[in-house]
């Protein structure tokens, strides 16, 4: 069986959790979140550590 870089990749993220601490990533978290589900994470949580940005009404 050959296994690409890609399945490999989807096989070991499948277990892992990504924790994203943010303060004031309005403009960045979008993006960082949409890039590390393109790469096969599903399990990301974000924590906010009292932002003063507007990040929390875009949930």
Do not use: C, F
Not at 4 to 16: E, F, R
Not at 27 to 55: A, F, H, M, P, T
């Amino acid at each position: 069986m050959s296994l690409t870089l890609h399945t490999l990749v989807k096989a070991v993220s499948m277990n892992i959790w990504i924790v994203i601490p943010a303060y004031n990533e309005e403009r960045l978290i979008g993006d960082n979140i949409e890039n590390l589900k393109r790469e096969g994470y599903e399990q990301i949580i974000v924590v906010d550590d009292g932002s003063q940005d507007k990040r929390r009404e875009d949930e």
